[in-house]
């Protein structure tokens, strides 16, 4: 069984994250934080569920100054558990959050660039690194607020919001992810600022787990040993939400590495928190599984026999043992056996898990995002709309995003993709193209189908009986 990677330890608020800690669970509400008694609610629902930190999305100043209103309610109530702001786009709103949160994430692809364009910029060395002298300049007032407050950072980067001027040097790969990460962590490491926490996530398992090792290598390199934070983003719902979340964390979480992990399901936040809770504890046993697990290849095949009590812990054990090695690519077929479950059953798990680890699809791919303060629609039930409409699409790979903020960059590897672009308005993309702008809500799906089946000549691709 491997060894859990030794971190430096970030302390926020009342909990400590990384050293000998526990490994912590999160979980991000999902209401406007604009509204104060709703994030309360939701709040106590994650903590009485057993989330030890709660994010709220901070969208301007407003939001960041009603943190202050959200945690003073929260402690009065006898709910102590941090609070993090989650900053994108407007650097001065972490500073003010900064002054009412335990913790502040910040994304290096929009905190000082711009928003992603994907457009090809060319730089000199010289242009370059006055690049990076923006970003500190703009960078090192912020940590002095936090130094002043004792607020934590996560440093937090989503493949699917790289900024142009990384992917123009690096393209898409783990090491522009990576160095997008490491600009920012040599700032504060130079500022003696250690109360910092790292993520690296994507929607892709085989990304996500390639980058965070490679950080992991990189900061090791460097003499840094920030704890980490694990998460799949826009892993979707229901069983294949949690499949591709228990394949990209689990392979991780096996080898020692990680320190506080998310689960971002496309349901309330809540349920979250046992899906996450469920993958800690389930570490060890699956660690001495994955070992078996590769022991048993034979003709690019893994044969495992697993024991659960119920369906879902055979699911989330199944997909830790082996996420690791087909993301790995030690084999590419799996052969589940259980003795509680027929063969079709087990048959259709292992589709599910190889389709996570990106070895071979067998049904329609959902990019579906957990939905935030930020979403513009109702996530769930678009989620359900579309997917009765096009479940039977095999191999499609459909994003459904409910904000801008990591929407085209994650919906890069979609076919299509369903995007908030206001209150009420939809744009639907066809890859990175954004093909269809600001379509009211109540056209948007049947207009999404209609754009399938013009560029498949699937004419099966419709809205079910009675759902207008």
Known sequence: MSTRRISSVCHVGNIAIGGDNPIRIQSMATVDTNDTEG??????RIIDAGGELVRFTTQGTREAENMKNIST??????YPQPLVADVHFTAH???VAALYCEKVRINP???VDPGRKFKHLEYTDEEYQQELKKIEARLV???NICKEH?????????HGSLSDRIMSRYGDTPEGIVESCMEFLRIFRREQFDDVVISIKASNTVVMVTTVRLLVKTMDAEDMHYPLHLG???AGEGEDGRIKSAVGIGALLTEGIGDTIRVSLSEEPEAEIPVARQLVSLTPECSLLRQKAEASINDDTITLDVDAPDWETLQLKASMAVGALLIDHKAHQLVLRCEQYSHEQ?????????????IKFTKTEYISCPGCGRTLYNLQETIARIKAATSHLAGLKIGIMGCIVNGPGEMADADYGYVGAGRGKISLYRGKECVMKNIPEEEAVERLLELIEATTGDTSATLPEGRE
Not at 39 to 44: L, M
Not at 150 to 158: L, Q, S
Not at 346 to 358: K, V
């Open 39 to 44: 994030c309360v609610a939701q709040a106590k």
């Open 73 to 78: 309610r929260l402690k009065a109530d006898g």
């Open 93 to 95: 709103t972490a500073d």
């Open 109 to 111: 692809g929009n905190y």
């Open 141 to 143: 007032p912020f940590i």
């Open 150 to 158: 004792h607020t934590a950072v996560r440093i937090g980067v989503n």
């Open 232 to 234: 799949v983003t826009e």
């Open 346 to 358: 087990l048959t259709a798990l292992a589709d599910a898990i190889l389709q996570a680890a990106r």
